[in-house]
């Protein structure tokens, strides 16, 4: 079992920047990728970004490329997400999640995905 707990999220205006960060407790937490993903009020689920198992492989999605970035730092179980360049349109609930694969991949779908965080408010003002 992984828990999540994800922070870092809250209010900010347009062009400005946050970090987010995804603390992992449970079992290890090295060998498996992250993902990022967000929800919008009335939008489902969409990704954001992923890091591979290693943090040699990352993805992100064409509308934050560019702008976000995702790190891990294995040793403090701790995924995070830089995110510059804030628009009114990445105002959503961001969720990290985890996959119970070892040695996984950055996969960009949901359904890869096993154990979630509670998710944390970004909202960006105009």
């Known amino acids: 079992q992984v828990q999540l707990v994800e922070s870092g999220g809250g209010l900010v205006q347009a062009g400005g920047s946050l970090r987010l960060s995804c603390a992992a407790s449970?079992?290890?937490?090295?060998?498996?990728?992250v993902g990022w993903f967000r929800q919008a009020p009335v939008k489902e689920r969409e990704f954001v970004a992923a890091?591979?198992?290693?943090?040699?492989?990352?993805n992100y999605a064409d509308s934050v490329k560019g702008r976000f970035t995702i790190a891990r730092d294995s040793a403090k179980k701790t995924v995070y997400l830089q995110m510059n360049n804030l628009k009114p349109e990445d105002t959503a609930v961001y969720y990290c999640?985890?996959?119970?694969?070892?040695?996984?991949?950055?996969?960009?779908?949901?359904?890869?995905?096993?154990?979630w965080g509670q998710g944390t408010q970004v909202t960006v003002s105009s």
């Open positions: 999640a985890v996959r119970d694969m070892p040695y996984s991949g950055a996969s960009t779908t949901s359904n890869s995905y096993d154990y």
């Open positions: 449970g079992r290890t937490f090295s060998r498996f990728a």
């Open positions: 890091i591979n198992w290693s943090g040699g492989s990352t």
